[in-house]
């Protein structure tokens, strides 16, 4: 994938200058508090109207995150694909096909993995007692904390994902669909609207046998988290981070980047800038620079690739990929037009630490 289209210089122009229209007026300063503290609030409600309604699933996240998988199973992916191409589906088999796979790795789950010992979200789990994790002190090094614990939510698997900001879980269960049949790998998805949480644990294809969603603010840096550092394969940022106060996102990214394992990926898409759903903002919208209110309390930020290669460079990661995603959708009832512009990224946690300090960023190389 890469750019799709490019931008005359004429349309660059013009939309650098509709954004500025539009950030003429910014929210007051005290109702920019009040959204920053209860930003929480506005998401629930989100949920509450919404439901898992608003969101498409994002089926799209293996095509382009096929690092989601571990190697081997990605390879095998293929292949299942290739000969479901060739097989006539019955699309209302479909369901029970879903069905089936879910059965047969939670079998597979209980026989290798020791059944009843499977740990419970939110609990240090063995066979004599079972204490809430949230006994922890706040403020303390969660690895060191839960390092020393037995069993930990997925301490058994051997290849762990991390979805932030998951939602009513548009990425969680098109991911659990093919982790259930994927030996020894584990899913954490948090949010910090615990009605998005608990839409995630109501839905039919929840198990806490391969899944452990959790209500957790990333931006509270003292809050543990349900496992140790350094233990994760991937972390998926998918329209997370825009919703974030600009002044708040190193901060997350440089605590995520600590959870990852060396050689882990963090995976991240998210609004570009200048993106139809920034110029299409009315005037009073603008909370700072390209950094917008939408009408029902939420945030949203569009961003520049240099600014999120500067944050997860600044944060210890290396740059596989990152790219501008533009295209045009076409809405051909509505008649319109719409300029897509999208930030795609992987970065990963190198190998071994470098004594280096991580590379400049303040005058980022245009070549890329
Ligand atoms: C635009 S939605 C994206 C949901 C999901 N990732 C998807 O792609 O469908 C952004 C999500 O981030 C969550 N979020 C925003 N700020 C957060 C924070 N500080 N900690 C945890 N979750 C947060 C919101 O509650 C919301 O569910």
Redesign the pocket.
């Given at each position: 994938m890469g750019d799709h289209m490019q931008w005359s210089q004429e349309e660059e122009e013009n939309a650098k200058e509709r954004a500025a229209e539009n950030s003429r007026v910014k929210v007051q300063r005290e109702d920019q508090e009040r959204y920053e503290r209860e930003?929480?609030k506005y998401?629930?409600e989100?949920?509450k109207t919404h439901k898992n309604n608003?969101?498409?699933?994002?089926n799209w996240l293996f095509l382009e995150f096929p690092e989601i998988l571990p190697e081997k199973r990605r390879e095998e992916l293929k292949t299942e694909q290739r000969s479901l191409e060739h097989t006539e589906i019955n699309t209302t088999n479909s369901f029970s096909h879903k069905n089936e796979m879910f059965e047969a790795g939670e079998k597979y789950w209980k026989k290798n993995c020791g059944g009843g010992s499977t740990a419970v979200q939110g609990y240090e789990y063995n066979k004599t007692q079972a204490k809430p994790l949230t006994d922890n002190a706040r403020g303390k090094n969660s690895g060191e904390e839960l390092g020393r614990l037995e069993s930990f939510p997925g301490s058994d698997a051997t290849y762990r994902i991390l979805?932030?900001?998951?939602?009513?879980?548009?990425?969680v269960f098109p991911i659990l669909k093919v982790l259930c049949n994927t030996p020894g790998t584990f899913l954490y998805c948090?949010?910090?609207?615990s009605g998005?949480v608990e839409l995630v644990k109501s839905h039919s294809s929840y198990n806490s046998a391969w899944c452990s969603a959790f209500?957790?603010?990333?931006?509270?840096d003292a809050l543990p988290y349900p496992f140790p550092d350094e233990i994760l394969d991937v972390i998926?940022?998918?329209?997370?981070l825009?919703?974030?106060h600009p002044d708040?996102m190193q901060g997350?990214v440089n605590r995520l980047a600590k959870l990852l394992k060396p050689g882990g990926m963090l995976l991240f898409?998210d609004y570009g800038r200048y993106d139809t759903a920034q110029l299409r903002f009315k005037k009073g919208h603008c909370l700072s620079e390209n950094f917008y209110l939408r009408g029902d309390g939420?945030r949203?930020y569009f961003f520049t690739k240099d600014e999120v290669w500067n944050m997860f460079n600044l944060a210890g990661l290396t740059e596989v990929q990152n790219l501008v995603d533009r295209r045009l959708q076409v809405n051909r009832k509505k008649k319109v037009k719409m300029q897509r512009v999208w930030i795609q990224s992987k970065f990963q946690k190198p190998l071994l630490l470098s004594l280096n300090k991580p590379e400049e960023t303040t005058e980022r190389n245009p070549c890329r």
């Open positions: 930003a929480s998401w629930n989100f949920y608003f969101f498409k699933d994002r979805e932030v900001g998951c939602g009513a879980g548009n990425s948090c949010d910090f609207a998005a209500v957790h603010d990333v931006c509270d998926l940022l998918v329209f997370v825009s919703t974030i708040r997350v898409r939420t949203v």
